[in-house]
């Protein structure tokens, strides 16, 4: 993980997060989200109501798993400024999720080091879930 | 407006205004439950001293917590068949009796201050836009809007959030 701006190069890649979201995850996220929309936890309902396969991972949880994926690269003296998503597909439990990005481009503003990054949160089978961008701060060396 | 419209005109009407203001505090385990939900074991965001040894005042919340912060308190005979709040959710602030379905699309936050335990948080938000489109799925419609995080008088984070609504 970068210290500095300076560390950082157009083209870096950010180390992949691989997870697998489980129903009893599901669960839980809903619970510390309040949400009681019974797609994401009522198989009965998701299935012979809505007429999805499975429960749905919520997009809020696809969102928040890419933006781990972003902070764990960044590090501790990173600073999430700026996080854009898309959701195009629908995720289910037992999936195996892949969310990660590269570095396009590094710019000083007004004094601060910022990161632009594409992101992606997508499926071992290649199915984009989640495109998105996300900004990052990063202290410039010997800006102290 | 045309008889397949999917759009009710009280939507319509209620482009360009405020549709909902909600506050809450941030509350130190709920945004650490909410982390270990997500399976994101940060110590940024669970320990005060490695937090203050990278410039935060104390250990800071995740920035994507902060939507959860101001949700209200749902009674539950009011939910709708599917689960979602009927009279106090996003369902019932933008009337589209036509399409129950309702998804996330998109969201675009800039973060600006960090947030942190017993945090006062008023969120307002702004009705954007409300339009019907055509997807492969068929007519759906997009609904934009964008959402001002403040703590007392300083704007800590804005939001711009897109939803779908399906028939």
Same mark, same amino acid.
């Given at each position: 993980?970068?210290?500095?701006?300076?560390? +950082?190069? &157009?083209?870096?890649?950010?180390?992949?997060?691989?997870?697998?979201?489980?129903?009893?995850?599901?669960?839980?996220?809903?619970?510390?989200?309040?949400?009681?929309?019974?797609?994401?936890?009522?198989?009965?309902?998701?299935?012979?109501?809505?007429?999805?396969?499975?429960?749905?991972?919520?997009?809020?949880?696809?969102?928040?798993?890419?933006?781990?994926? +972003?902070?764990?690269? @960044?590090?501790?003296?990173?600073?999430?400024?700026?996080?854009?998503?898309?959701?195009?597909? @629908?995720?289910?439990?037992?999936?195996?999720?892949?969310?990660?990005? @590269?570095?396009?481009?590094?710019?000083?503003?007004?004094?601060?080091?910022?990161?632009?990054?594409? &992101?992606?949160?997508?499926?071992?089978?290649?199915?984009?879930?989640?495109?998105?961008?996300? +900004? +990052?701060?990063?202290?410039?060396?010997?800006?102290? | 407006?045309?008889?397949?419209?999917?759009?009710? %005109?009280?939507?319509?009407?209620?482009? #360009?205004?405020?549709?909902?203001?909600?506050?809450?505090?941030?509350?130190?385990?709920?945004?650490?439950?909410?982390?270990?939900? !997500?399976?994101?074991?940060?110590?940024?965001?669970?320990?005060? %001293?490695?937090?203050?040894?990278?410039?935060?005042?104390?250990?800071?919340?995740?920035?994507?917590?902060?939507?959860?912060?101001?949700? $209200?308190?749902?009674?539950?005979?009011?939910? =709708?068949?599917? $689960?979602?709040?009927? %009279?106090? #959710?996003?369902?019932?602030?933008?009337?589209?009796?036509?399409?129950?379905?309702?998804?996330? $699309?998109?969201?675009?936050?800039?973060?600006?201050?960090?947030?942190?335990?017993?945090?006062?948080? *008023?969120?307002? =938000?702004?009705?954007?836009?409300?339009?019907?489109?055509? #997807?492969?799925?068929?007519?759906?419609?997009?609904? *934009?809007?964008? *959402?001002?995080?403040? =703590? =007392?008088? *300083?704007? !800590?984070?804005?939001? !711009?959030?897109?939803?779908?609504?399906?028939?």
């Amino acid at each position: 993980m970068p210290a500095f701006f300076e560390d +950082v190069a &157009v083209g870096d890649e950010i180390t992949p997060l691989l997870v697998e979201p489980t129903t009893t995850q599901l669960f839980f996220f809903s619970a510390a989200t309040y949400n009681g929309h019974r797609i994401h936890y009522d198989r009965g309902w998701a299935v012979e109501v809505e007429g999805y396969p499975s429960v749905l991972v919520h997009g809020p949880l696809q969102a928040a798993l890419l933006a781990r994926a +972003v902070t764990d690269w @960044s590090g501790p003296s990173g600073r999430l400024v700026s996080f854009r998503t898309q959701n195009r597909a @629908s995720a289910f439990p037992g999936e195996q999720l892949r969310f990660g990005g @590269s570095v396009e481009g590094a710019r000083i503003d007004d004094g601060r080091g910022l990161i632009d990054l594409v &992101v992606r949160g997508e499926k071992d089978d290649g199915t984009l879930l989640m495109p998105g961008t996300a +900004v +990052v701060e990063l202290p410039r060396c010997g800006a102290r | 407006m045309t008889d397949d419209s999917l759009i009710d %005109e009280r939507a319509t009407a209620a482009i #360009g205004t405020v549709i909902a203001q909600s506050s809450g505090t941030v509350v130190k385990k709920e945004f650490q439950r909410w982390a270990a939900a !997500v399976g994101d074991r940060n110590p940024l965001y669970f320990d005060d %001293e490695f937090a203050r040894a990278n410039g935060y005042r104390e250990a800071v919340m995740p920035p994507l917590y902060l939507p959860h912060v101001t949700l $209200g308190v749902v009674d539950l005979d009011t939910l =709708r068949p599917d $689960g979602i709040p009927g %009279e106090s #959710g996003t369902s019932a602030l933008i009337p589209l009796p036509k399409c129950p379905r309702w998804m996330a $699309g998109g969201d675009e936050t800039m973060f600006f201050e960090p947030v942190y335990d017993g945090d006062p948080i *008023t969120a307002s =938000r702004t009705l954007d836009s409300v339009e019907q489109k055509h #997807g492969r799925s068929g007519a759906f419609v997009l609904i *934009t809007s964008t *959402t001002r995080y403040l =703590r =007392r008088d *300083t704007v !800590v984070a804005q939001s !711009v959030v897109t939803t779908i609504a399906r028939p």
